[in-house]
């Protein structure tokens, strides 16, 4: 996800200032080791958990509506962009290599913290034992507010790439396919949350399904690691999206297509934005995304073939609490075999040790008896 930032000037803060009534912005930050580091395979949990972390120490109460889990969450973040190899069952990153990530907010509260926050930014993030040293911090996405995305001008098409795996939930299931309906249905739920100017979503979403069309595409599938629990089918690639000619008979709804395609770079596309997915930017582009870390792939596949083991002997329970104890063994015992510990595995799923312990004893019962 590499790409190369215009205007960059080492540690000058100037450029992150914006107006009070910005309800939009997204941020990327430059990292640098000092030495050879190695973080484990779904690292992004770490940075998922800094970043809440950072929000608790300046702001309980918005700290605690971010970890509410009924709620859209209004902020995004990546993966880290730039060099990672497989180093044994670990990701290595190179000492002086530089690594960017990004962070977006789609709330003003989020905005107004992240203005505090960037006056006293910390100096280096952790990932257990890596230490990353932050270099330096830009806006890559312009501050803004709903009000002028839905008003500001536009192409006859929208046009995205999608720079991390993608994927949507539907009927219980993942569905890794770009597919209209799915794509807005997913800005549409983030807009009505944070914009204050709210959509009939059933009417819109019908409207998409009626007059939205896909004129091209280059898309790939890849297994990818999907946030705290299991793996999940995405796709990378680009498309782009045109209307129908008797779409304008809904003028509020063509604008409103052509306002959440420049939404989408703020809030990402699809589920598990928050820990690195759907990564989502404005232009298409030919060139296929890098490849995850060997590790990463491994990971992930063994997590979804023992997340079907334990479905397929579960399934006289049925019901989605059967599919989510599959998903937690198998996400418990594949890190397990991976080398890493219960106490690290507890931590980075936010569930007692002693649980970690019992479900990593039963899957592996659950394993030998299938």
Not at 97 to 105: E, F
Not at 247 to 257: I, K, P, R
Request: proline residues 4%.
């Amino acid at each position: 996800m590499v790409r190369k930032l215009q205007n960059k000037t080492s540690n000058d803060k100037s450029n992150l200032n914006w107006s009070p009534e910005t309800e939009l912005v997204g941020l990327v930050f430059e990292f640098v080791t000092k030495a050879d580091v190695s973080i484990y395979p779904q690292y992004t949990i770490g940075l998922h958990a800094w970043f809440l972390d950072q929000v608790r120490s300046h702001d309980f109460e918005l700290s605690a509506y971010l970890h509410d889990g009924e709620s859209e969450k209004p902020f995004t973040i990546s993966a880290l962009d730039g060099e990672l190899v497989s180093s044994g069952r670990q990701v290595q990153l190179t000492a002086n290599n530089s690594y960017h990530w990004y962070v977006t907010a789609l709330s003003g509260r989020v905005v107004q913290w992240m203005e505090q926050w960037l006056q006293n930014l910390p100096k280096e993030l952790n990932l257990r034992n890596a230490s990353l040293q932050i270099r330096s911090c830009h806006i890559t996405h312009a501050p803004t507010t709903y009000a002028q995305l839905l008003n500001s001008e536009h192409g006859e098409t929208v046009t995205l790439k999608f720079l991390s795996p993608t994927s949507f939930r539907r009927k219980g299931h993942h569905f890794p396919l770009p597919m209209p309906t799915n794509v807005f249905h997913s800005y549409l739920r983030r807009w009505n949350d944070f914009s204050g100017i709210s959509v009939d979503q059933e009417a819109f979403l019908s409207w998409v399904d009626d007059n939205v069309l896909i004129t091209r595409h280059q898309l790939t599938s890849v297994k990818v690691l999907a946030g705290k629990k299991g793996a999940v089918t995405g796709f990378t690639g680009a498309i782009e999206f045109g209307l129908t000619k008797e779409a304008s008979v809904q003028l509020d709804f063509c604008e409103l297509f052509y306002a959440l395609g420049k939404f989408a770079p703020y809030c990402g596309t699809g589920h598990k934005t928050t820990f690195g997915l759907g990564q989502t930017r404005i232009g298409w582009s030919s060139q296929v995304a890098p490849e995850m870390p060997d590790v990463q792939s491994l990971l992930a596949k063994r997590i979804e073939e023992l997340t079907e083991i334990f479905k397929t002997q579960r399934k006289r329970t049925g019901g989605d609490r059967a599919e989510e104890t599959a998903t937690k063994w198998a996400t418990i015992l594949a890190r397990r075999e991976m080398g890493e510990s219960l106490q690290a595995i507890a931590q980075d799923l936010e569930m007692p040790y002693e649980t970690v312990k019992t479900y990593v004893k039963l899957a592996r019962r659950a394993l030998k008896s299938g």
